[in-house]
């Protein structure tokens, strides 16, 4: 074992990790590894259902190989935490070492078995991705328990047993279950048992095998024996011990009572002295008895090498960010093992299932009689998604649900792939005649009726097609050069797109909104009045207005001809015109804070409209969380004066069309000051309302006194390890979160911190762990790290700031109820608790594509300041964008907003076929080695994935550019746009 020393910038550069991502397990779909030549031998692996399969290997064949083999066959993408186990010649159980070739390993490959089993057991199965991970993972407790390895308590037992049952059988039949139980053992003493089993399998009815697996995990992962492997010692008295290794470090057993632990934090270094274990721990200034050295006796030097080795390979994959590059050989003489960790670790498993878009696996469950139309996966379980919505947003949260077979991951999009694959847009009247491409599946999926439910993550390329794009021609070229150059020219057509997009939305709360409600017969009367007395006269105002602007720029470009009676080419006067009607529209828009304070209410004093907002923000027209369409009306006075600011200052005071500005402005700037403080309280509240719909284990969010300040992934380091976690900074307190597996996909709270009386300082040498830092509150600390130096400022400048804001303020309160404030109390414990929690699997409306989630894909934060640029930021209007290996070029209607880019085949459409959240993108212009031979290029990139997009103007390019820039997290150095030489 490596001792932790001075770290540079990453745990794994640090212990001199390679560049590479180690990845030891194949895809699926990938074909097997190639193998030496040489004579093919036949070897023998069980696996976890005990069935046995034949692989064939040459004699220079690694290890790896043999592994890969297996993996491959099983489809397993997470293989790294499973392993190869056999009986040595000595009859020791070991494990196959990858490096090493397998034939040096197995002397006698005729009479050896290796048996497939779980090697590495994570500390929360909810770090395991794959259904088909935790169906493996399933049936390794259940051979513990066959075994009498899993010991605990009767209630879990037969629980644990009841979950299996129900996996294999479905639900309870009681002459079924007493015949199964009678001819399956599960434990070795099951008759003393059997009435209890029975009693709890009752309670599962409905729970589908994912569900039992899941909750087979939950309860077994609280066991003090879950994933234990004893290795019998006995320490410096003689007195008989077992170790035992885990995810949090070095373990002592006596009998099956953990008597002592020695985390890995703890630990300075492993060794071992023939038959003398040692254990070298670090100085505790605190203990003046403390012993630097613990020394363990066990029965031979090769028990101690094979614990030592599986200590170290726990070490390298729980606590180190890449596998540990080999060591330099010696010249001549060679001192100690050269064993080493081969293959990814934990951290390189999660973000590589993260960053890649995998297809669904299907497997066969071999004991399994429940029969389902498809294997579902727990992190999609069925929820109240309607089926139309299937391309459009909301989508959902499962990073490795495949598109159609159209489409390609996101991560093969290199130089000059779009949003997306390839994939038809068209309906089904305007597709050709024929076509080489598969269009009915893409038609079920446009229609909502492909048999599985197809949920494409928010996180992965929008779902965009090249057989359906317009190409812009010669003739369209020709037309876009005719068009005016003047800078106000551009600024008024970006007034008419916005505009087009602001109608789209007060349609969503005047129209869509009132209609879905009114069919549940749900909507209160007082909501209603105020949605039509407040939210109608706007939408008829700003119908008006648009029909105006569309008026003025058709006679600016000279498609009418009224530009020949007088002179059109200006646009202050009609926002001057409307601006002063809008002042008369000034009690609706105050009202607006009252509507959402009114729905809020009502939405706590009755279940039954509450689901049905939460199934309206399901709709596809509302794409965006629906209190924001409440707010649209505040930000847009704040769009019509930065337009006209800029108007303004591009105008020369002598200009006809700059004191019709310039009153416009005074004018939108009276308005936005006088409802400033309204705009800001009801962002605040809106926040607070949107969050809590992703947290679950609250009481009350949204209560007055209580700021949003931050929302981001950080990385808890606990005895466990570095575990990711969401973390929520309000002004009176810190919550930190894990993500649940439940359909809702709500964020689950394990503590909070009072911000008063805390105090916070770095900790990247105390603690090894690169961009750390340490929160001392009064009862606990915490100590996490952030994903780069920045990310690190950020919080800690925040903290800071909401520290003094604490210090200052007399407002406290507490988000958990007072039994749920300590770490881990939010578990359940008891047995009813337990086979209760199936509860938090039942359907909810999902909300996988909300920017808490994007936040914890792509590992990075968002404070209320972020928030309050991109109410600033919005911008609609048409782009190009370029497909990938083609020249093609395809016209989209943009939207951007809320942090992300929204897709749609015109402005005319009523809901956007995909999304793309640009949190955690770069934007920057195309290299020449890029070979993007066109004007007003930019493009988007997030590690592999790329897109181009394409502007009509200099000044398109500049202002999509800068909103977008005020999203994304890397900054760009400035940009030099392409001229048109035209």
Same mark, same amino acid.
């Given at each position: 074992m490596?001792?932790?020393?001075?770290?540079?910038?990453?745990?794994?550069?640090?212990?001199?990790?390679?560049?590479s991502?180690?990845?030891?397990?194949?895809?699926?779909?990938?074909?097997?590894?190639?193998?030496?030549?040489?004579?093919q031998?036949?070897?023998?692996?069980?696996?976890?259902?005990?069935?046995?399969?034949?692989?064939?290997?040459?004699?220079?064949?690694?290890?790896?190989?043999?592994?890969?083999?297996?993996?491959?066959?099983l489809?397993?993408?997470e293989?790294?935490?499973?392993?190869?186990?056999?009986?040595?010649?000595?009859?020791?159980?070991?494990?196959?070492?990858?490096?090493?070739?397998?034939?040096?390993?197995?002397?006698?490959?005729?009479?050896?078995?290796?048996?497939?089993?779980?090697?590495?057991?994570?500390?929360?199965?909810t770090?395991?991705?794959?259904?088909?991970?935790?169906?493996?993972?399933?049936l390794?407790i259940?051979?513990?328990?066959?075994? #009498?390895?899993?010991?605990?308590?009767d209630?879990?037992?037969?629980?644990?047993?009841?979950?299996?049952?129900?996996?294999?059988?479905?639900?309870?039949?009681?002459?079924?279950?007493?015949?199964?139980?009678?001819?399956n053992?599960?434990?070795?003493?099951?008759d003393?048992?059997?009435?209890?089993?029975?009693?709890?399998?009752?309670?599962?009815?409905?729970?589908?095998?994912?569900?039992?697996?899941?909750?087979?995990?939950?309860i077994?992962?609280?066991?003090?024996?879950?994933?234990?492997?004893?290795?019998?010692?006995?320490?410096?008295?003689?007195?008989?011990?077992?170790?035992?290794?885990?995810?949090?470090?070095?373990?002592?057993?006596?009998?099956?009572?953990?008597?002592?632990?020695?985390?890995?934090?703890?630990?300075?270094?492993?060794?071992?002295?023939?038959?003398?274990f040692?254990?070298?721990?670090?100085?505790?200034?605190?203990?003046?008895?403390?012993?630097?050295?613990?020394?363990?006796?066990?029965?031979?030097?090769?028990?101690?090498?094979i614990?030592?080795?599986?200590?170290v390979?726990?070490?390298a994959?729980?606590?180190?960010?890449?596998?540990?590059?080999?060591?330099?050989?010696?010249?001549?003489?060679?001192?100690?093992?050269?064993?080493?960790?081969?293959?990814?670790?934990?951290?390189?498993?999660?973000?590589?299932?993260?960053?890649?878009?995998?297809?669904?696996?299907?497997?066969?469950?071999?004991?399994?009689?429940?029969?389902?139309g498809?294997?579902?996966?727990?992190?999609?379980?069925?929820?109240?998604?309607?089926?139309?919505?299937?391309?459009s947003?909301?989508?959902?949260?499962?990073?490795?649900d495949?598109?159609?077979?159209?489409?390609?991951?996101?991560?093969?999009?290199?130089?000059?792939? #779009?949003p997306?694959?390839?994939?038809?847009?068209?309906?089904?009247?305007?597709?050709?005649?024929?076509t080489?491409?598969?269009?009915?599946?893409?038609?079920?999926?446009?229609?909502?009726?492909?048999?599985?439910?197809?949920?494409?993550?928010p996180?992965?390329?929008?779902?965009?097609?090249?057989?359906?794009?317009?190409?812009m021609?010669?003739?369209?070229?020709?037309?876009?050069?005719?068009?005016?150059?003047?800078?106000?020219?551009?600024?008024?057509?970006e007034?008419?797109?916005?505009?087009?997009?602001?109608?789209?939305?007060?349609?969503?709360?005047t129209?869509?909104?009132?209609?879905?409600?009114?069919?549940?017969?749900a909507?209160?009367?007082?909501?209603?009045?105020?949605?039509?007395?407040?939210?109608?006269?706007?939408?008829?105002?700003?119908?008006n207005?648009?029909?105006?602007?569309?008026?003025?720029?058709?006679?600016?470009?000279?498609?009418?001809?009224?530009?020949?009676?007088?002179?059109?080419?200006?646009?202050?006067?009609?926002?001057?015109?409307?601006?002063?009607g809008?002042?008369?529209?000034?009690?609706?828009?105050?009202?607006?804070?009252?509507?959402?304070?009114?729905?809020?209410?009502?939405?706590?004093?009755?279940?039954?409209?509450?689901?049905?907002?939460?199934?309206?923000?399901l709709?596809?027209?509302?794409?965006?969380?629906?209190?924001?369409?409440l707010?649209?009306?505040?930000?847009?006075?704040?769009?019509?004066?930065?337009?006209?600011?800029?108007?303004?200052?591009?105008?020369?005071?002598?200009?006809?069309?700059?004191?019709? *500005?310039?009153?416009?402005?005074?004018?939108?700037?009276?308005?936005?000051?006088?409802?400033?403080?309204?705009? =800001?309280? =009801?962002?605040?509240f809106?926040k607070?309302?949107?969050?809590?719909?992703?947290?679950?284990?609250?009481?009350?969010?949204?209560?007055?006194?209580?700021?949003?300040?931050?929302?981001?992934?950080?990385c808890?380091?606990?005895?466990?390890?570095?575990?990711?976690? =969401?973390?929520?900074?309000?002004?009176?307190?810190?919550?930190?979160? *894990?993500?649940? =597996?439940?359909?809702?996909?709500q964020?689950?709270?394990?503590?909070?911190?009072?911000?008063?009386?805390?105090?916070?300082?770095?900790?990247?040498?105390?603690?090894?762990?690169?961009?750390?830092?340490?929160?001392?509150?009064?009862?606990?600390?915490?100590?996490v790290?952030?994903?780069?130096?920045?990310?690190?400022?950020?919080?800690?400048e925040?903290?800071?700031?909401?520290i &003094?804001?604490a210090?200052?303020?007399?407002?406290?309160?507490n988000?958990l109820?007072?039994?749920?404030?300590?770490e881990? #109390?939010?578990?359940?414990?008891?047995?009813?608790?337990? *086979?209760?929690?199936?509860?938090?699997?039942?359907r909810h409306?999902?909300?996988?594509?909300t920017?808490?989630?994007?936040?914890?894909?792509?590992?990075?934060s968002? *404070?209320m300041?972020?928030?309050?640029?991109?109410?600033?930021?919005?911008?609609?209007?048409?782009?190009?964008?370029k497909?990938?290996?083609?020249?093609?070029?395809q016209k989209?209607?943009?939207?951007?907003?809320?942090?992300?880019?929204?897709?749609?085949?015109?402005?005319? &459409?009523?809901?956007?076929?995909?999304?793309?959240?640009l949190?955690?993108?770069?934007?920057?212009?195309?290299?020449?080695?890029?070979?993007?031979?066109?004007?007003?290029?930019?493009?988007?990139?997030?590690?592999?994935?790329?897109?181009?997009?394409?502007?009509?103007s200099?000044?398109?390019?500049?202002?999509?550019?800068?909103?977008?820039?005020?999203?994304?997290?890397?900054?760009?150095?400035?940009w030099?746009p392409?001229?048109?030489?035209?």
């Amino acid at each position: 074992m490596v001792e932790p020393g001075t770290r540079t910038s990453v745990a794994g550069q640090r212990l001199g990790a390679p560049d590479s991502f180690g990845v030891s397990t194949l895809e699926p779909g990938l074909r097997p590894p190639t193998q030496p030549p040489g004579r093919q031998i036949p070897i023998r692996v069980q696996m976890l259902d005990d069935s046995q399969e034949v692989f064939s290997i040459t004699h220079r064949s690694p290890g790896k190989l043999l592994f890969d083999l297996v993996c491959s066959h099983l489809n397993l993408v997470e293989g790294d935490y499973f392993g190869l186990e056999f009986q040595d010649q000595r009859r020791m159980t070991v494990w196959l070492d990858l490096l090493k070739p397998t034939l040096k390993q197995i002397t006698r490959p005729k009479n050896t078995i290796l048996r497939f089993v779980v090697k590495f057991f994570p500390p929360d199965h909810t770090q395991l991705m794959e259904e088909l991970t935790r169906y493996l993972f399933a049936l390794q407790i259940k051979q513990d328990l066959s075994c #009498g390895r899993l010991i605990c308590n009767d209630s879990s037992t037969a629980l644990m047993v009841s979950h299996i049952i129900q996996s294999e059988i479905g639900d309870f039949d009681e002459t079924q279950s007493w015949h199964h139980l009678l001819h399956n053992k599960y434990l070795p003493d099951q008759d003393a048992l059997r009435d209890k089993i029975t009693d709890c399998h009752r309670k599962h009815s409905g729970q589908t095998p994912a569900e039992s697996d899941f909750q087979l995990l939950e309860i077994a992962r609280r066991l003090e024996m879950y994933g234990v492997r004893l290795h019998p010692a006995k320490d410096r008295e003689g007195t008989k011990l077992s170790l035992a290794v885990g995810h949090t470090g070095v373990l002592v057993f006596q009998g099956c009572t953990r008597i002592n632990a020695f985390n890995w934090s703890r630990i300075r270094k492993l060794s071992f002295k023939r038959r003398k274990f040692l254990i070298k721990l670090r100085a505790d200034p605190t203990q003046s008895s403390h012993h630097d050295t613990l020394e363990f006796s066990m029965a031979s030097r090769d028990c101690c090498k094979i614990f030592w080795k599986i200590c170290v390979e726990y070490h390298a994959f729980f606590r180190l960010f890449e596998e540990p590059k080999p060591k330099p050989r010696p010249v001549l003489f060679t001192r100690g093992s050269s064993f080493r960790f081969s293959g990814r670790t934990q951290k390189q498993i999660i973000d590589y299932v993260k960053d890649s878009e995998l297809k669904k696996v299907s497997f066969e469950r071999k004991h399994s009689k429940v029969l389902l139309g498809s294997t579902p996966h727990l992190s999609s379980l069925p929820s109240s998604v309607p089926k139309e919505s299937a391309t459009s947003v909301p989508l959902a949260d499962r990073m490795e649900d495949p598109l159609p077979a159209v489409s390609a991951p996101e991560g093969q999009n290199h130089q000059g792939s #779009g949003p997306a694959a390839d994939q038809q847009l068209l309906n089904p009247a305007e597709s050709p005649a024929s076509t080489t491409s598969p269009l009915s599946s893409v038609q079920t999926l446009v229609n909502g009726q492909h048999g599985d439910d197809w949920q494409p993550s928010p996180l992965t390329s929008p779902l965009l097609a090249e057989a359906g794009y317009v190409r812009m021609d010669d003739e369209d070229e020709a037309r876009r050069k005719k068009f005016p150059t003047d800078k106000a020219y551009f600024i008024a057509k970006e007034l008419l797109a916005t505009e087009r997009t602001f109608l789209k939305d007060l349609q969503v709360v005047t129209v869509s909104f009132q209609e879905v409600l009114g069919k549940h017969e749900a909507l209160p009367e007082s909501v209603r009045i105020l949605i039509r007395s407040n939210y109608e006269p706007l939408l008829r105002f700003h119908q008006n207005f648009l029909q105006e602007v569309e008026q003025r720029l058709a006679q600016w470009e000279g498609r009418s001809n009224a530009h020949i009676k007088g002179d059109h080419q200006r646009i202050g006067d009609i926002l001057l015109k409307n601006i002063q009607g809008l002042k008369q529209l000034a009690l609706h828009i105050q009202k607006h804070s009252e509507c959402l304070v009114e729905l809020e209410r009502a939405c706590r004093s009755s279940h039954r409209l509450e689901a049905s907002c939460r199934d309206f923000e399901l709709q596809r027209s509302c794409y965006l969380p629906f209190n924001v369409f409440l707010l649209r009306p505040l930000h847009r006075l704040l769009h019509y004066k930065l337009l006209l600011e800029r108007l303004c200052k591009h105008y020369a005071p002598t200009h006809h069309d700059f004191r019709d *500005s310039r009153a416009a402005l005074a004018c939108v700037s009276e308005l936005v000051l006088q409802l400033q403080g309204t705009m =800001m309280k =009801m962002e605040n509240f809106q926040k607070l309302l949107e969050l809590k719909k992703d947290l679950s284990g609250i009481q009350d969010l949204a209560v007055p006194g209580r700021e949003f300040l931050r929302l981001g992934a950080l990385c808890r380091l606990s005895g466990s390890g570095l575990q990711q976690r =969401m973390f929520f900074l309000f002004s009176d307190c810190l919550v930190y979160t *894990s993500r649940g =597996m439940t359909p809702s996909n709500q964020f689950k709270v394990h503590g909070q911190l009072p911000l008063y009386g805390m105090t916070i300082r770095g900790s990247e040498e105390e603690w090894g762990v690169p961009h750390s830092f340490t929160l001392f509150g009064q009862h606990m600390s915490v100590v996490v790290a952030a994903s780069s130096p920045s990310e690190m400022d950020r919080w800690m400048e925040d903290i800071r700031m909401a520290i &003094d804001l604490a210090e200052q303020s007399s407002f406290q309160s507490n988000l958990l109820p007072s039994k749920l404030l300590e770490e881990g #109390g939010t578990e359940p414990e008891s047995e009813e608790e337990l *086979s209760g929690s199936r509860s938090s699997l039942e359907r909810h409306g999902h909300r996988g594509n909300t920017i808490v989630h994007v936040c914890w894909h792509r590992n990075t934060s968002v *404070s209320m300041v972020d928030f309050s640029i991109a109410v600033e930021n919005q911008l609609s209007g048409n782009l190009l964008r370029k497909f990938k290996n083609s020249n093609g070029w395809q016209k989209l209607w943009v939207v951007f907003t809320n942090f992300s880019l929204f897709f749609y085949k015109s402005h005319l &459409d009523d809901f956007p076929l995909a999304s793309l959240p640009l949190l955690g993108y770069s934007v920057s212009v195309p290299s020449e080695s890029e070979n993007v031979l066109k004007d007003y290029v930019f493009k988007l990139h997030f590690k592999s994935h790329v897109y181009y997009f394409r502007c009509e103007s200099e000044y398109a390019f500049q202002r999509w550019m800068e909103v977008i820039r005020s999203t994304t997290c890397s900054a760009t150095p400035p940009w030099t746009p392409k001229k048109d030489p035209h």
